[in-house]
């Protein structure tokens, strides 16, 4: 059973500094696009970085300069440094994991999104 788990997190003053941290277990299968998401009271979930198996980053406007998301492939984890923390970065983070299964013996894919929990980041002002 494929299984998302976060860490990290927690409490931060504006200006501070987090760290969050995702590991994929339950599976060998190929690890697509891995990263972070969020969601604010009352706000739809947002994205804050993304990266691909090739290595490419993407991140929401809003974190850009601030968040540095990196990725282990063999160790199948992702973290997010989160810098110069503001009280609007204020969400529930999520993980998230792309995974490519092969269905049958010629080799036919398919991909699943996978979420971790959550984990709760606050920062006060």
């Known amino acids: 059973q494929v299984q998302l788990v976060e860490s990290g997190g927690g409490l931060a003053q504006a200006g501070g500094s987090l760290r969050l941290s995702c590991a994929v277990s339950g599976t060998d299968d190929r690890i697509n696009t891995m990263g972070w998401y969020r969601q604010a009271a009352g706000k739809e979930r947002e994205l804050v970085a993304t990266v691909t198996s090739g290595g490419t980053i993407n991140y929401g406007d809003s974190v850009k300069g601030r968040f540095t998301l990196s990725r282990d492939v063999a160790k199948k984890t992702v973290s997010l440094q989160m810098n110069s923390l503001k009280p609007e970065d204020t969400a529930i983070y999520y993980c998230?994991?792309?995974?490519?299964?092969?269905?049958?013996?010629?080799?036919?894919?398919?991909?699943?999104?996978?979420w971790g929990k959550g984990t709760l980041v606050t920062v006060s002002s």
């Open positions: 998230n994991a792309n995974i490519q299964f092969v269905i049958n013996v010629e080799g036919a894919t398919t991909r699943r999104n996978y």
